[in-house]
């Protein structure tokens, strides 16, 4: 298991509860498919799949967890043609237009007759939680997506003391000048993608993709008072990915001495793949974090 994106949050207290403790709260919002009427539905499930019952997979004090959510196909074409359908049928029989509420009230009955025959799709979110380290860890690409598991988690553990990463310095400048004076750390390689913004409310952007931006046409954008809002990098030659200005991390990837070290773990089966690569991962994570939040000058804990 090889997240992909990294969405971070701290922990502003430190997180007590054991994997056992952890996993009977879970339980109370086991997922289960969607009902007859249910526009969608969120539970947890396990990790492994159909390997394991259980809801929390620990491995060396970190605990991933996985959110599932269900929802339902109505494709917004199908109730608008049988919406028009209905309005002029109840036009006929009143002799003028519907009304707003007898609009939305005919557009209720529709969905509610769909519903029962809807197709259902699923998606997966995990995250981990690293209590030693301070850390919650949600592999989501988008903010609302991450938002989602901490909010459904809340509701089974009652609260959860986290919020998001505040640096000293801000990412966007740091990063700036990395890119205008080649002050990148010394275990940073700058890759060939950027996205540029000026630093008015509706600035323009300027986005690069395999590109060099070492060249001189980008730092005449940088002079021009552009910021670098995204970045693609690498770090030590181990982790490579973009990162932005809220120092969330999207297209993560695990290079050849992460997964030469992955590969040289013998193991039998699935679950034991499953728990040797989280095992390294978040290994991993736990040592590349603390580096992160030096380049933005380290954290602001005020």
């Not at 693609?232 to 990162?243: E, K, P, Q, V």
Request: charged share 25%.
């Amino acid at each position: 298991m090889w997240f992909k994106n990294l969405t971070l949050y701290r922990f502003t207290e430190p997180f007590t509860l054991s994997a056992t403790e952890l996993e009977e709260k879970l339980q109370t919002k086991v997922f289960k498919p969607c009902g007859n009427q249910e526009l969608f539905r969120f539970g947890w499930t396990a990790p492994l799949g159909r390997h394991s019952q259980q809801l929390v997979h620990s491995a060396n004090g970190f605990l991933m967890i996985c959110g599932k959510k269900q929802e339902k196909l109505l494709p917004t074409p199908v109730i608008n043609e049988l919406l028009v359908e209905k309005v002029a049928e109840l036009e006929n029989q009143l002799g003028k237009k519907p009304s707003k509420k007898q609009r939305d009230s005919i557009n209720d009955k529709i969905i509610f007759e769909l519903l029962p025959k809807a197709f259902t799709f699923s998606k997966k979110t995990y995250a981990y939680i690293d209590p030693k380290g301070g850390w919650l860890i949600v592999d989501a690409a988008s903010t609302k997506k991450a938002e989602e598991i901490l909010s459904n988690l809340r509701k089974c553990i009652d609260t959860l003391p986290v919020a998001p990463i505040i640096t000293n310095e801000k990412p966007a400048s740091v990063m700036t000048q990395w890119l205008m004076n080649n002050q990148n750390p010394n275990d940073v390689n700058i890759e060939d993608e950027c996205e540029l913004r000026t630093p008015d409310k509706e600035g323009a952007i300027i986005r690069c993709k395999r590109h060099d931006l070492s060249l001189p046409e980008i730092k005449n954008h940088l002079d021009s008072g552009k910021q670098v809002i995204k970045l693609s990098i690498s770090w030590a030659d181990r982790l490579t990915f973009i990162i932005d200005e809220s120092i969330a991390i999207k297209r993560l990837k695990f290079l050849d001495l992460i997964q030469e070290q992955a590969s040289e773990i013998e193991t039998t089966n699935e679950i034991e793949q499953f728990d040797a690569d989280f095992s390294i991962m978040s290994l991993e994570l736990a040592g590349f974090l603390p580096r992160l939040l030096e380049w933005f000058g380290g954290e602001n804990k005020i």
